[in-house]
């Protein structure tokens, strides 16, 4: 059966001066920074979203989310193109781009989807 995803949101993730960083990329970029009560995320509105992680020593860069309507299908077309698995957060999915880099499958959370979504056979 047929599903959608597309890019839905870039993470910056940052380790350090968090707070310098959202206010560097709101500026940057244009858009006004939503910091969210956790202190782990920064939101900046927009399609596509960009958001800043705070995360742990040795984690810092960007990733992307991949947006779909059928996580375990998507995961599936990914592993297929060479994407490795890590791990599993909640209701998302870590995987691995050949050449190292991790981004992640989440299941539709944006208030713009289905826009610019790519059907998959």
């Given at each position: 059966?047929?599903?959608?995803?597309?890019?839905c949101?870039?993470?910056?993730?940052?380790?350090?001066?968090?707070?310098?960083?959202?206010?560097?990329?709101?500026a940057?970029?244009?858009?006004?920074?939503?910091?969210h009560?956790?202190?782990?995320?920064?939101?900046l509105?927009g399609?596509?979203?960009?958001?800043?992680?705070?995360?742990?020593?040795?984690?810092?860069?960007?990733?992307?989310?991949?947006?779909t309507?059928?996580?375990?299908?998507?995961?599936s077309?990914?592993?297929?193109?060479?994407?490795?698995?890590?791990?599993?957060?909640?209701?998302?999915?870590?995987?691995?781009?050949?050449?190292?880099?991790?981004?992640c499958?989440?299941?539709?959370?944006?208030?713009?989807?289905?826009?610019?979504?790519?059907?998959?056979?």
């Open positions: 059966m047929p599903h959608r995803s597309r890019v949101a870039i993470f910056f993730d940052s380790e350090s001066e968090f707070e310098t960083s959202a206010r560097f990329w709101g940057a970029l244009g858009r006004t920074p939503d910091f009560a956790d202190g782990k995320y920064v939101t509105k399609d596509p979203e960009f958001n800043l992680q705070h995360v742990k020593s040795g984690h810092q860069g960007m990733h992307l989310d991949i947006e309507d059928d996580v375990a299908a998507e995961i077309r990914l592993e297929k193109l060479g994407a490795r698995k890590k791990y599993d957060i909640e209701d998302w999915t870590v995987l691995e781009a050949p050449g190292g880099h991790a981004f499958v989440v299941p539709v959370y944006t208030d713009s989807w289905p826009k610019g979504a790519q059907i998959w056979p």
